[in-house]
């Protein structure tokens, strides 16, 4: 279902109701409003079933070997909702072969100093840890955040996987441009989503107003 074949459901069902006034901008606004209720219900309701959370189809995997610093604010993580895990791996110094990733262990940067000083929590290549944080921003730069990974020696390569928001669709430069990751049951969802978000809407606008609506 394209964009546009939303919209004309979504006339449809208010015309339904009778309520037809709507224009086109207030319907992209609902429809817009319903995909992000939808993402942060399903989202929460997979938090605890990875199988489920796969079936989104909304995870990112990217794979760098940019050194032991993810910017967690470029463009490639553009979009980011929910950080799901991160990962790494080191190359045999004997072949040069890659090993395999191993899951790193998030730690808070409270925490950060009592879990080195522990000779069994200290972070090595077998279990390597990360700590989130804000760098030093200068005025009027943009907010930064990023991922330190600590090991005890630097891996050639991570992984991150996390979870972006939908690309919300250009209606009214690109009709026909698709709902990326969401399968056709879960567009009919958000389209009955937008109307009673619209209705709602309705219901509480002021019976003077309503009236006026209805004679343009």
Aim: glycine fraction near 6%; charge should be negative; aromatic fraction near 8%.
């Amino acid at each position: 279902m394209t964009w546009m074949e939303a919209h004309d459901r979504i006339t449809f069902f208010l015309s339904q109701e009778g309520r037809p006034w709507y224009n086109q901008e207030e319907i992209d606004m609902a429809l817009q409003q319903a995909q992000r209720d939808w993402l942060r219900q399903e989202l929460s309701a997979a938090e605890s079933n990875g199988e489920s959370r796969e079936s989104l189809g909304l995870i990112t995997r990217i794979v760098t070997g940019e050194g032991t610093v993810i910017d967690m604010s470029a463009d490639k993580f553009k979009g980011l909702v929910r950080l799901l895990s991160i990962e790494c791996r080191w190359k045999d110094p004997q072949t040069g072969s890659a090993g395999t990733f191993v899951a790193v262990r998030p730690v808070s940067r409270d925490a950060l100093a009592r879990t080195m000083r522990n000779p069994f929590g200290r972070a090595t290549d077998a279990q390597p840890l990360y700590v989130m944080g804000q760098p030093n921003v200068q005025p009027g730069s943009e907010p930064a955040l990023q991922v330190t990974l600590l090991s005890e020696s630097p891996p050639s390569s991570w992984r991150v996987s996390f979870v972006v928001e939908p690309a919300q669709p250009d209606g009214a430069n690109k009709p026909d441009d698709l709902w990326t990751g969401v399968g056709p049951l879960q567009q009919q969802q958000i389209i009955q989503r937008a109307v009673q978000w619209l209705m709602h809407q309705q219901d509480n606008t002021p019976a003077w107003q309503r009236q006026a609506q209805t004679q343009t």
